[in-house]
Nanobody
Framework: QVSLVESGGGLVQAGGSLRLSCAGS????????MGWFRQAPGKEREFVAS????????NYAGSVEGRFTISRDSAKNTVYLQMTSLKPEDTAVYYC????????????????WGQGTQVTVSS
């Protein structure tokens, strides 16, 4: 069993930056590929970024590549999402996700979800 708790969301102006954190407890992060998803009002939850469990290989959605950076600190059981050059269309609830199967999961492949943290980008 893994418990994931996100933090770091908030309100920011367009062009600004935020760093999200996801702290885990339970089975260690080293067993899981970790990722971030987001869900805007009225839209489906979508993949944002992921980082693999061993070699820390990263993958990004095209809409965030070059602006967002995912990283992990296994000693702290924490995953981060550094978001820069934020746009109003980045506004969503951001969810941390853990899965043991694939490096780039869809929502059905996620084993554990965090509770989500709201990110709002004003224009």
């Amino acid at each position: 069993q893994v418990s994931l708790v996100e933090s770091g969301g908030g309100l920011v102006q367009a062009g600004g930056s935020l760093r999200l954190s996801c702290a885990g407890s339970g089975r260690t992060f080293s067993y899981y590929h970790m990722g971030w998803f987001r869900q805007a009002p009225g839209k489906e939850r979508e993949f944002v970024a992921s980082i693999s469990r061993t070699v820390a290989r990263t993958n990004y959605a095209g809409s965030v590549e070059g602006r967002f950076t995912i990283s992990r600190d296994s000693a702290k059981n924490t995953v981060y999402l550094q978001m820069t050059s934020l746009k109003p269309e980045d506004t969503a609830v951001y969810y941390c996700a853990a899965n043991s199967v694939v490096e780039v999961p869809n929502t059905r492949q996620v084993n554990y979800w965090g509770q989500g943290t709201q990110v709002t980008v004003s224009s």
